[in-house]
C-alpha cells in the first residue's frame, strides 16, 4: 500500500473537523494547560514559510500536553483592525471590511491545510462588534479608575471623587505637581469647599489629571499622505515605512494609557514570570528607573527656568553647558535673535527623524540657542544648545553636560570647542573622571572635604534647601498614546460635549463603526470620522484605537469567546488563568507585552480576573530568513551575466523570484514569462551551458520575492514532511534561512516509517509477536528521548531522534504492534496525519490516537548489561566482539583468542601480552 499523504491529510483534517476534535470545554477535571500564539494580522499577501514556524511549534506542545492528559486550550484568531489592514485595503480599492474578511477566509485556508489543532469555535475578530464591545468596555474601566498611589493599585474614580468632596487634594495630590489652568481657574491643590464649588468642567478638568485613560495634547509623527499618526518604529529617515510618504510632527489631541504609573509594579512583576533574560532586559530598559534629582537653572536675561532631571546631582559643579530637546518649550522664547536662524534649521531638520533614529545617531549634531544658564552654586554662565539625543518625553527633556564624566557630553564638547573642566569646575586633565570614591572634594564651597560617595546627599539636601529642586525618581517609559487619526479601528466609547469627554452609557455597547468610502483625514488633521456630519453631530470622539487595543486583552477572550454578558466570566478566567506557553516573535517583545501586562494588572486590580500577570512563560521563535536569489544585468542593456562571469563587466544584481531557481540555477523560460513578459527578449550570457545565480541570506518578504509559499510544499509533499522539516531546520528559538532542497531528507524518513507498517510485496506487515529486547531497547530509548526534547522545546533534536528509531526499527525488521504503536503516540504532535492513518488503519484501533495516553518509558530496560569491545591485533582493529559487563578477563581471553577473525591475523604466532582495558579496548600482541 503506498503511502498517499495527500488522500489521507484530507480525510483526516476532515474527520477532525466533523468530530469537533479540537473543541475544549471550560469545565474538566483533567488539569488545564493555555498554550498561545502572538495574535497575527490577516495579510493580503497570505503566509509564506515563515509564518508558521510559531504556529507548529505550539501545536507541537499543545498536542503533546493533551496526550499527558491535560485539558489544552489552543486558540486561533485575527488582530483585524489597524493601519496595515487598512493601507491593503486602500491599495487595493477595496473596503477594509472587504479585504479583512477575504484575507482571513485564506488565512484559515493555509492554516488548515497545515493541520493545527486549534479549537475554531473560539476564534476572535478584532474587527467584529462583537469583540470590541468589550475592548470598548474596558477602555471605559480605564477612563472610570485611576492609580492609587497610597494602595498602589487602579481605583474607581468614583472613590477620588468622594475624597475630593471630603478632603479636597490632601489624600490623593494631582500627580501632575505643576498642573494648573488659568483659564479654569484651577491648580494643583485645592480644598473640598473649592471641589465641591467647581462646575462640572472644572471637575472633569481635574479628574483627567488622574485618569489611567485620559486625554492631552502631544507631539506626533503625522503622516498626511496616509492620514494618519505614525509610531516611531514606523518612521525612516522623515518618511513613513509603509509607502515612504513624507512625515512631520504635529500637536494633536490625542488619548494616552497612564502606563507610567505602573512602572514600579511592571518591573516587579519582571520577577514572577519566566521570560528570557534578554527579553526581561529588554522590557526593563524600556520602562528604565532611575534614581537621581530635578534641578532648576535660572536662565541669564530670562524670566523663565530651565530644569533639568540629573541621575548625578553631585557633579553639578563640572556642568559645562545644557543641552535641550529640539522640540522643548523653551526653545522659541530662550533662543537669540543672532541663532535664530541657525536654531529654526535645527529643528526642522530633527523634525524630521523618528526617536528610534535619534537614539540610534553617531553623528553629532547640535545648535547653539545663545543663551546661558547660571550654576546656582558657582554663578557660572553655562551655554544651552539643542541636540537630537536629548528627547523631550525623557526627564524634564533637559540635561546638564559633564563631559568630564561622560563621553557623549565629551565628544560633544570637543565638536562644538566647548571648554571642559573637572567636576569642579576646573580646569579638566583628563582624569578626575578616574576618581574613587573615597576621594575628598575640595574649593567646592559647602563640599569642602566631603568624600564623593556622600556628595549626591550633600547635593540633594542643599538644592532642597535653596528651593530650586527636589530628589526624583524618573522612568524611561512614557505615557502611551492610544488613539489614531485612521478609520479602520474602535471607535472610542466617548463624546465631546462642551470640551468635556463624556463617557458612553456601557448598555449601549458597542459604538458600531460606520460605513464610509473615504479614508482621508479630516480637518486640522483628525480621523476620518470627522467627515462623517452624522457622526460629528453626535459629538462622538473623531479618533479611533490602535491596532493594540484588541490585542492587549485577545487571551481573555479565547477563555469564553461567546459570552454576551461580559468580556469573559470569572469562572473562565479562574479556570484558564495565565497563559501557561506564550510563543511568538520578538518584535512584540515590548510595545504588546507591556500593554498586555498593563491592561491585566488593572483588570486584575477591579476585580475582574484573578491573576495580574497574563503570561507565565514566554518562547521566542527566531525567525525564517529568505535565500534570495539575484541575476545580473550589464548596466544599461537587457542582458544577463551568470554568477562568476559577472566580475569581468559591469553590472546591477536584481532579485528574481526564487520559485524560478532550482538550487542556484535559473529557470530561464519562466524568468522570460516575469513580470509581464518584461524581459521576454532578454539575452543570456552562461557558464557551461547554465545560468547561474547569486545568493544572499535576507529577510523573507515579497519585495525581495524570496518568500516560499507553504501551499505549494504541502500540496508537493505533505503537511506532516512540512511540520516536521520546519521544525528540523534548527532551534525554534533561532533565526536561520529555508532552504527547500533539505526537505526531501524528512519527507523519505516518513516514508520509511510506512514501510515499517506497509511493503509492496505483502501489504500490511503488522504482527502481534513480543518484542525484543533490543527493539524494547531502542523504544524505549525514542520515549525518553522525545519527551525531554519536546518539554524543552528542541523540536530539532525531536525529529533527529524520530528518524534514528526509524533506521535502528528497520534494521532490526520490527514490525510488532506494541512497539510501533508507542511511536506513533509519540510522533502525532509532530506529524498527527500520518500518525492518525497507521493507528487506525494498519493498527486496527477504534479511537483516535488524539486521545491516546503517552507513552512512559522504562529505565531499567535502557540499562546496558554489555559492551561492545574494539578488538585490535598488534594495535590495529581487525574485529568487534560484545562481552557481558560483569565477564571476567580469563573468560574475554579465552573468547578473543578463539574467534576466527583473531586467529586468522594471529597466524599461529604465539601471544606476547594479552590487554584489557575494561569497558573500552581490547588488544592482542604478538
Known amino acids: 500500500m503506498e503511502y498517499n499523504f495527500r488522500e489521507l491529510e484530507q480525510k483526516w483534517q476532515k474527520y477532525w473537523n ?30 509564506h514559510v515563515g509564518h508558521p514556524l510559531g504556529y507548529i511549534a505550539s501545536d507541537i506542545f499543545s498536542r503533546y500536553k493533551r496526550l499527558k492528559g491535560f485539558n489544552v486550550l489552543h486558540p486561533m484568531g485575527y488582530d483585524a483592525f489597524g493601519l496595515p489592514a487598512e493601507q491593503y485595503a486602500i491599495d487595493h480599492g477595496v473596503h477594509p471590511a472587504t479585504s479583512t474578511s477575504a484575507n482571513i477566509n485564506n488565512f484559515r485556508k493555509q492554516l488548515d ?3 493545527f489543532s486549534y479549537d475554531w469555535s473560539r476564534q476572535v475578530n478584532t474587527s467584529e462588534p462583537n469583540y470590541y464591545k468589550w475592548t470598548q468596555w474596558i477602555f471605559l474601566q480605564l477612563f472610570n479608575s485611576f492609580f492609587n498611589r497610597q494602595t498602589k493599585k487602579a481605583t474607581p474614580v468614583s472613590e477620588l471623587i468622594a475624597s475630593f468632596e471630603k478632603d479636597g487634594s490632601v489624600t490623593h495630590p494631582v500627580p501632575n505637581a505643576a498642573f494648573a489652568n488659568e483659564s479654569l481657574s484651577l491648580k494643583a491643590t485645592f480644598t473640598a469647599e473649592d471641589w465641591n464649588s467647581y462646575t462640572h468642567k472644572q471637575k472633569q478638568t481635574i479628574l483627567m489629571e488622574y485618569r489611567l485613560a485620559f486625554c492631552g495634547y502631544g507631539e506626533v509623527n503625522w503622516c498626511e499622505a496616509l492620514g494618519t499618526v505614525l509610531a516611531n ?91 535641550v530637546a ?32 535619534r537614539q540610534a545617531e553617531k553623528k553629532i549634531s547640535g545648535a547653539f540657542t545663545g543663551a546661558y544658564a547660571i550654576n546656582p552654586f558657582s554663578g557660572k554662565l553655562i551655554p544651552i544648545w539643542l541636540s537630537e539625543y536629548v528627547l523631550a518625553g525623557y526627564g524634564t527633556g533637559a540635561i546638564m553636560a559633564v563631559p568630564c564624566g561622560d563621553e557623549r557630553d565629551f565628544k560633544f564638547a570637543q565638536h562644538f570647542n566647548i571648554p571642559v573642566t573637572n567636576i569642579l569646575g576646573a580646569e579638566f586633565n583628563g582624569q578626575e573622571a578616574n576618581a574613587t570614591k573615597d576621594a575628598k572634594l575640595e574649593n567646592s564651597d559647602f563640599l569642602n572635604g566631603i ?51 463624556e463617557p458612553v452609557d456601557v448598555a449601549s455597547l458597542p459604538l458600531t463603526l460606520p460605513f464610509i468610502d473615504k479614508y482621508g483625514p479630516g480637518p486640522e488633521g483628525e480621523g476620518p470620522l470627522a467627515n462623517l456630519p452624522e457622526w460629528v453631530a453626535q459629538d462622538f470622539e473623531t479618533n479611533t484605537m490602535p491596532g493594540y487595543a484588541g490585542s492587549s486583552w485577545y487571551f481573555l477572550r479565547y477563555m469564553d469567546p461567546h459570552n454576551n454578558e461580559t468580556f469573559a466570566s470569572r469562572q473562565a478566567t479562574d479556570y484558564w488563568n495565565q497563559v501557561d506557553i506564550y510563543i511568538g516573535g520578538t518584535e512584540h517583545a515590548v510595545g504588546h507585552l507591556l500593554y498586555s501586562r498593563l491592561w491585566t494588572k488593572v483588570l486584575f486590580d477591579l476585580g475582574h480576573i484573578g491573576f495580574d500577570e497574563p503570561f507565565r512563560k514566554l518562547v521566542n521563535q527566531g525567525m525564517i530568513q529568505g535565500s534570495s536569489r539575484f541575476v545580473y544585468r550589464l548596466r544599461g542593456t537587457n542582458t544577463f551575466v551568470s554568477y562568476n562571469l559577472k566580475d569581468q563587466y559591469e553590472t546591477d544584481s536584481i532579485h528574481v523570484d526564487v520559485n524560478f531557481v532550482d538550487g542556484y540555477e535559473l529557470d530561464i523560460e519562466k524568468f522570460s514569462l516575469w513580470r509581464n ?49 520546519e521544525m528540523f531546520l534548527g532551534p525554534v528559538e533561532q533565526s536561520k534561512p529555508w532552504d527547500t532542497k533539505g526537505i526531501e531528507g524528512v519527507h523519505r524518513f516518513l516514508r520509511k516509517l510506512w514501510r515499517l507498517f506497509y511493503n509492496e510485496v505483502n501489504g500490511l506487515v503488522i504482527n502481534n509477536d513480543a518484542p525484543s529486547a533490543d527493539e524494547l531497547k531502542v523504544l524505549h530509548k525514542t520515549i525518553k528521548k522525545i519527551s525531554e526534547d519536546t518539554e524543552r522545546f528542541s523540536f530539532n533534536t525531536a525529529v533527529s531522534n524520530f528518524m534514528i528509531a526509524v533506521n535502528e526499527l528497520s534494521d532490526l525488521k520490527c514490525h510488532k504492534k506494541q512497539v510501533l504503536e508507542q511511536i506513533l503516540i509519540l510522533l502525532v504532535p509532530y506529524a498527527p496525519h500520518i500518525a492518525e492513518e497507521l493507528y487506525r488503519e494498519a493498527l486496527g484501533n477504534s479511537s483516535s490516537i488524539l486521545d491516546a495516553a503517552y507513552p512512559a518509558y522504562d529505565a531499567t530496560l535502557l540499562v546496558e548489561n554489555s559492551k561492545e569491545y574494539p578488538v585490535s591485533v598488534n594495535g590495529k582493529l581487525r574485529t568487534t566482539l560484545v562481552f557481558p559487563l560483569d565477564a571476567a578477563q580469563a573468560e574475554i581471553e579465552s573468547v578473543v583468542l578463539e574467534n576466527e577473525v583473531v586467529k586468522k591475523w594471529i597466524e599461529d604466532k604465539p601471544v606476547k601480552k594479552f590487554i584489557f582495558v575494561k569497558g573500552r579496548m581490547i588488544n592482542v600482541v604478538i
Request: charged share 30%; glycine share 6%; with cysteine.
Open 326 to 357: 529640539p522640540e522643548h518649550d523653551l526653545v522659541q522664547a530662550i533662543t537669540t535673535p543672532e541663532q535664530k536662524a541657525e536654531v529654526d534649521a535645527y529643528v526642522a531638520y530633527v523634525n524630521s527623524r523618528s526617536e528610534r533614529e
Open 113 to 115: 491545510k497545515i493541520g
Open 18 to 47: 466533523d468530530t469537533d476534535a479540537y473543541k475544549v470545554s471550560n469545565e474538566s477535571k483533567k488539569p488545564k494547560f493555555y498554550v498561545l500564539d502572538m495574535f497575527p494580522y490577516p495579510s493580503g499577501a497570505g503566509l
Open 677 to 725: 513578459g518584461e524581459y521576454a527578449n532578454a539575452e543570456f550570457i552562461l557558464e557551461d551551458g547554465k545560468y547561474i545565480c547569486g545568493s544572499e541570506v535576507e529577510k523573507m518578504s515579497k519585495s525581495k520575492f524570496n518568500t516560499v509559499n507553504p501551499d505549494d510544499l504541502v500540496a508537493k509533499y505533505g503537511a506532516d514532511t512540512f511540520r516536521m522539516y
Open 233 to 323: 518604529d514606523e518612521v525612516i529617515n522623515g518618511l513613513s515605512e509603509r509607502g515612504s510618504h513624507p512625515v512631520v510632527k504635529k500637536k494633536l489631541r490625542q488619548w494616552y494609557l497612564r502606563i507610567t504609573e505602573y512602572a514600579d509594579r511592571l518591573l516587579e512583576g519582571l520577577n514572577t514570570v519566566d521570560f528570557s533574560e534578554s527579553m526581561k532586559e529588554m522590557q526593563t530598559n524600556w520602562i528604565g528607573k532611575s534614581y537621581g534629582a530635578n534641578i532648576r537653572f535660572a536662565i541669564k536675561d530670562r524670566e523663565q527656568e530651565l530644569e533639568v532631571y540629573t541621575t548625578r546631582p553631585d557633579t553639578i559643579f563640572g556642568v559645562d553647558f545644557m543641552v
Open 451 to 501: 568624600v564623593m560617595r556622600d556628595a549626591m546627599a550633600i547635593v540633594n539636601q542643599k538644592i532642597e534647601a535653596l528651593g530650586i529642586g527636589k530628589p526624583k525618581t524618573n522612568f524611561r517609559i512614557r505615557d502611551a498614546a492610544f488613539s489614531r487619526q485612521r478609520y479602520w479601528g474602535e471607535p472610542f466609547p466617548v463624546k465631546w460635549i462642551e470640551g468635556v469627554a
